[in-house]
């Protein structure tokens, strides 16, 4: 069973930088493209960013381009999304994703992070 992690959420001011963690157990994350969700209250989960199983390519939504960027640790099975110049509508529970290599679906979710910036 493959279980995703988050962690690293939190309170912080506009404009601040915040790191997010999602470790993964059960396989190794070089099976998995891994990609950052969010949900903000009232609204529908939205796509953030991707980076693709071997680690050499990421996309992100319009909404976050340019201010984050994901990373990861083969070593440590770990996926970052490092957030800058954060703004209030950034706002939103934070869910890391795994989609394995061939799969159309993302197969397995973490339980989420709170991500809050205060204006």
């Known amino acids: 069973q493959v279980h995703l992690v988050e962690s690293g959420g939190g309170l912080v001011q506009a404009g601040g930088s915040l790191r997010l963690r999602c470790a993964v157990s059960?396989?190794?994350?070089?099976?998995?493209?891994m990609g950052w969700f969010r949900q903000a209250p009232g609204k529908e989960r939205e796509f953030v960013g991707v980076?693709?199983?071997?680690?050499?390519?990421?996309y992100f939504a319009d909404s976050v381009k340019g201010r984050f960027t994901i990373s990861k640790d083969n070593t440590k099975n770990t996926v970052d999304l490092q957030m800058s110049s954060l703004k209030p509508e950034d706002t939103a529970i934070y869910y890391c994703?795994?989609?394995?290599?061939?799969?159309?679906?993302?197969?397995?979710w973490g339980q989420g992070t709170q991500v809050t910036v205060s204006s």
């Open positions: 994703a795994a989609q394995g290599v061939g799969s159309y679906e993302w197969d397995y």
């Open positions: 059960g396989r190794a994350i070089t099976d998995y493209s």
């Open positions: 980076i693709d199983w071997a680690g050499d390519s990421s």
